[in-house]
């Protein structure tokens, strides 16, 4: 069984409350599980309806040591759940839909002013305070995965409500309305 962990950031907008947790058709698990790598320079990710905000970016890619190269499309901000039910951000966050998984860069947390200590076999992600933020277990591949929970802003769920006043009869069932709310 694995334990699911969280990222704590404050939240420096000071945005009133958390209006939606994860909805299961809309983010799955998977969407919200981050690998945390020394090896790459930026965090990456490959979910779009993940971003808060996106930037699009044209003709930038990201070249991985085995000479392969994909192209980013944009980057931009994602807000998550915390342990105390707080909305959390992470900030300058490349979109890269031929990725295979989210990838946290453990560079740039170290330039946020974050630390880390590991020790058998845990992995603790330290706030500028020295307050544990994450731990996490190494899997059995010796990686370590963080596993966020999204958050959706308010204005983001008032306009998908009011677009979904407008579907149809026909398009009420889960998997067309899931596909609605992620694209």
């Not at 409350?17 to 994860?22: D, K, S, Y």
């Not at 799955?28 to 981050?34: G, H, I, P």
């Not at 300058?92 to 058998?120: C, H, R, T």
Request: with cysteine; aromatic share 8%.
């Amino acid at each position: 069984m694995e334990e699911n962990t969280n990222l704590v950031e404050e939240d420096e907008t000071k945005e009133e409350g958390i209006l939606m947790m994860a909805n299961e058709c809309v983010i799955l698990d998977s969407d919200m599980l981050w690998y945390l790598d020394t090896g790459i320079s930026s965090h990456m990710c490959e979910h779009k309806h993940l971003f808060l905000d996106i930037q699009e970016i044209e003709e930038e890619h990201v070249s991985f040591g085995d000479s392969t190269k994909v192209p980013i499309k944009g980057r931009g901000k994602i807000c998550f759940s915390q342990k105390d039910g707080k909305q959390g951000t992470m900030e300058d966050i490349y979109y890269v839909p031929d990725l295979k998984s989210n990838i946290l860069s453990m560079g740039q947390l170290f330039e946020k002013g974050y630390s880390i200590f590991m020790k058998d076999r845990f992995f603790y992600l330290k706030d500028k305070n020295g307050r544990v933020l994450a731990n996490m277990e190494m899997a059995k591949n010796r990686m370590f995965k963080l596993n966020l929970k999204s958050t959706l802003p308010k204005k983001s769920l008032v306009i998908k409500k009011i677009e979904l006043e407008g579907l149809t009869e026909k398009s009420s069932n889960l998997e067309e309305l899931c596909n609605f709310l992620t694209n």
